[in-house]
């Protein structure tokens, strides 16, 4: 549903939960592994029940007789918005808004808090963790008392597999979000779009799928990404500081961003972000080393 107010049409969609996986007939590639590094240590490997989850419209109210959002851009802006009830309650509990600017482009944001949406960046369509913004076909939902936010997931049925022209899946996918349904063995793949579920249910037969984890290991405080000393101490130890401590912000930030653009798997979403999910699995095996099947 589009609601405009100001120079905005916007759509707001919360997450379904259906079964999929990966498809059986699927034309081969030859990913890295793991993606950019070398590797040692067993992976957990597992059957998972394999799930999507897409994004779909709410509906405006009418007459202002609706729940009001307030939609905040990257300019800083806010836009009102009312929204029936019943789509506030389901926008709530997880959600991501569309906003489209006066030159037609859309632009995603999610739900910061109640009532209130924030501007995601580019390439991204929602919010996972609080801290991840979710990329179609990269990042999961998963059980993270069972499989850690940052851990790789790696499907060799979906190595090769073309859902969308010209994009093949690398089998490579990394716990960035959660849900209520996700327990245990299930994993949640975030495909963004209707069409993409689409193409996944009709060339998907079975849900279950032999699955290999690697979960993130815990690094010492020290070398706590979350923080400026941290960071530096894992730039640094990476080649990418010359000096581990005492390092100048701007230095910081200079160097993160060199070190996720080097890492091809790395979502241009998630740049400037030490946290997102994908730069923290990179990060921390700067630390301790890459992991092997």
Not at 188 to 205: A, N, R
Not at 235 to 255: F, T
Not at 258 to 269: A, N, R, T, V
């Amino acid at each position: 549903m589009k609601i405009c107010s100001g120079n905005y049409c916007l759509f707001i969609f919360v997450t379904l939960f259906t079964a999929v996986s990966p498809g059986e007939e699927r034309e081969e590639a030859e990913p890295d592994f793991p993606p950019g590094m070398n590797h040692h240590g067993d992976p957990h490997e597992i059957d998972i029940r394999w799930t999507a989850y897409y994004i779909t419209p709410v509906e405006a109210a009418d007459g202002g007789d609706g729940e009001e959002i307030t939609f905040t851009d990257t300019t800083g802006k806010k836009v009102q918005y009312s929204i029936t009830g019943d789509s506030y309650e389901r926008a709530e509990v997880e959600a991501v808004a569309v906003g489209v600017d006066r030159k037609g482009e859309k632009r995603y944001a999610y739900r910061a808090d109640q009532g209130e949406w924030v501007e995601l960046p580019v390439g991204s369509m929602g919010m996972g963790n609080r801290v991840n913004p979710l990329v179609p076909l990269i990042h999961v939902a998963a059980d993270q008392s069972e499989f850690p936010y940052g851990s790789m997931v790696h499907v060799p049925d979906a190595e090769g597999y073309e859902f969308t022209p010209g994009n093949k899946m690398s089998g490579y996918f990394w716990v960035g979000d959660v849900g209520s349904l996700i327990v245990g063995d299930h994993m949640d793949l975030f495909v963004g779009h209707e069409e993409v579920y689409s193409s996944f249910v009709d060339s998907v037969k079975k849900p279950h799928k032999a699955t290999k984890i690697y979960r993130i290991p815990k690094l010492d405080e020290e070398y706590n990404p979350g923080l400026q000393s941290g960071l530096s101490k894992i730039l640094y130890k990476a080649g990418y500081l010359d000096e581990e401590e005492d390092v100048p912000v701007e230095e910081i930030e200079a160097a993160l961003l060199k070190f996720q653009k080097d890492e091809p798997y790395i979502p241009e979403s998630e740049y400037g972000k030490a946290r997102a999910a994908t730069t923290l699995w990179f990060l921390t095996h700067a630390v301790v080393g890459a992991p092997e099947e």
